[in-house]
């Protein structure tokens, strides 16, 4: 895997994961001092989990309509693959 | 197959793996402020039977098919069954907890606002689970009943 690739898995993960987690692990013993809400914890996590289920569906939705518009063989760019070029599968 | 950049799949592979923890990581941290119970709850003892619900407050007091408590306090449901099982619940306030003979569950809430709220059996115990309903009445806090 060249490094560029590698630098942006990093940046991926550092975003997803390693600052949430450090964001947890400062905020800990900082709960608010009243009772917390049920229906607001509750309700946050829901559309935070929605927000991610929209966005990942439509990426994936997103990269296959993508590829199927590109790949078509009417497309003025298609280049026959090395197997159609050849003829043998 | 050739010398083919695969990076496209790694990175593919690391964003799924990344908002799988993520997500993970979330749903824990709910569960876990959740399921903190405060240090000063009060407790109340909440048993279901067929077909009504049973309260006993930390001083002995009981009370059948309604339920007084104080705006702003946190109190710990102790939920358990004496027939078959049953499921307290709160829907305002999101309380939701089986109710199992023979076993004492734990769930806690502490209410926002002064009023009426329905409770309710939310696992079907028999003919009139549909009725198996009471009344919990939120009161100021320093009111006196």
């Known amino acids: ?89 | 197959m050739g010398h083919h950049s695969n990076w496209p799949e790694w990175l593919y592979v690391g964003v799924v793996i990344a908002l799988m923890c993520w997500v993970g990581g979330e749903a824990w941290n709910a569960e876990r402020l959740i399921e903190h119970i405060p240090a000063d709850a009060e407790i109340i003892k909440v048993t279901g039977q067929q077909w009504f619900w049973s309260f006993e407050h930390e001083d002995g007091t009981k009370e059948i098919g309604v339920l007084h408590v104080k705006v702003g306090k946190a109190y710990k449901f102790e939920v358990t069954a004496k027939d078959v099982d049953h499921s307290f619940n709160i829907h305002d306030y999101v309380v939701l907890m089986d109710a199992v003979p023979g076993r004492i569950n734990t769930v806690w809430f502490a209410p926002m606002e002064v009023g009426e709220n329905a409770i309710q059996c939310k696992e079907y115990c028999g003919l009139i689970h549909y009725n198996m309903r009471a009344k919990l009445i939120v009161e100021e806090a320093d009111s006196t009943s």
Not at chain 1, 35 to 57: E, Q, S
Not at chain 1, 59 to 85: D, L, M, N, Q
């Open chain 1, 1 to 89: 895997m060249p490094l560029n690739s590698l630098l942006c898995l990093f940046f991926v993960l550092v975003i997803l994961i390693i600052i949430p987690a450090a964001d947890y692990v400062f905020a800990a013993g900082d709960e608010p001092a009243g009772y917390l809400d049920r229906r607001v914890v509750i309700w946050n996590l829901f559309y935070k989990m929605m927000t991610v289920a929209f966005t990942v569906g439509s990426v994936v939705s997103g990269t296959i309509i993508w590829i199927c518009w590109r790949f078509r063989e009417s497309h003025p760019k298609a280049t026959p693959t090395p197997y159609e070029k050849q003829g043998v599968w």
